[in-house]
């Protein structure tokens, strides 16, 4: 079993709409969350970054943390052409400086 | 968002050579930096942790001959990607963080070893 799980779509939305993008992991000891948006042939930009469980909303992106289920969402509101990407799921452990584990990455999809 | 800088983007070059790419944080010191490799359509797989001024950790798997790491300034490491073959084609991309965990990625070196 995969320590960081993720649906690797693709997955194809029409412009305006609700997405949800969703990883589960298996280690409990992870504490630090965070989203990556990849364009084609880029090095990966980072979207969102939790600690907690609970939500953080930033424009129209919403990620969320559910610790106890070990289950962490991205959804992205009002979804646009160009948020057409691959989008990274990513955690750590703190006292380990900083090394992620990645999810494989969903490639999102958003027609006009 | 912090800055990292990666150079080249893109080097072709002949089995065999040796290929260094740099990674610099523009804006902020960082004491560790980290060397990810990416293949077509999968995700990152972290290949070394970078120290400033002490030996690279190297992840299971990972020639630390092979692959050279120097870190010896608070603000570069270099991969040199040694005797390159074409199994060594790849998308490497580094990334330094700031103490709060918080970790930025270069814009990637596609290397293609002809």
């Known amino acids: 079993q995969k320590e960081v799980e993720q649906d690797p779509g693709p997955l194809s939305v029409p412009e305006g709409a609700i997405v949800s993008l969703n990883c589960t992991y298996s280690n409990s000891a992870f504490q630090y969350f965070m989203w990556y948006r990849q364009y084609s042939r880029k090095g990966p930009e980072l979207l969102m970054y939790t600690y907690s469980s609970g939500n953080k909303e930033d424009g129209r992106f919403t990620a969320q943390v559910d610790k106890s289920s070990k289950y962490i969402s991205l959804f992205i509101r009002d979804s646009q052409p160009s948020d057409s990407a691959t989008y990274l799921c990513a955690m750590s452990v703190y006292n380990q400086g900083g090394k992620l584990i990645f999810g494989q990455g969903t490639e999102l999809s958003v027609k006009p | 968002g912090a800055v990292v800088s990666q150079h080249p983007s893109r080097v072709i070059c002949k089995s065999g050579t040796s290929v260094k790419i740099e990674c610099r944080s523009l804006?902020?010191?960082?004491?560790?930096m980290f060397w990810y490799r990416q293949f077509p359509k999968q995700s990152l797989m972290l290949m070394a942790t970078?120290?400033?001024?002490?030996?690279?950790?190297?992840e299971q798997g990972v020639e630390k001959d092979k692959f050279l790491i120097n870190h010896a300034s608070l603000t570069l490491s270099t991969l040199t990607v040694t005797s390159a073959h074409p199994e060594d084609s790849s998308f490497y991309i580094c990334?330094?963080?700031?103490?709060?965990?918080?970790?930025?990625f270069g814009e990637g070196s596609r290397l293609t070893v002809l």
């Open positions: 970078s120290n400033e001024g002490s030996k690279a950790t190297y």
């Open positions: 990334s330094a963080g700031l103490t709060t965990g918080e970790l930025f």
């Open positions: 804006d902020f010191q960082a004491t560790t």
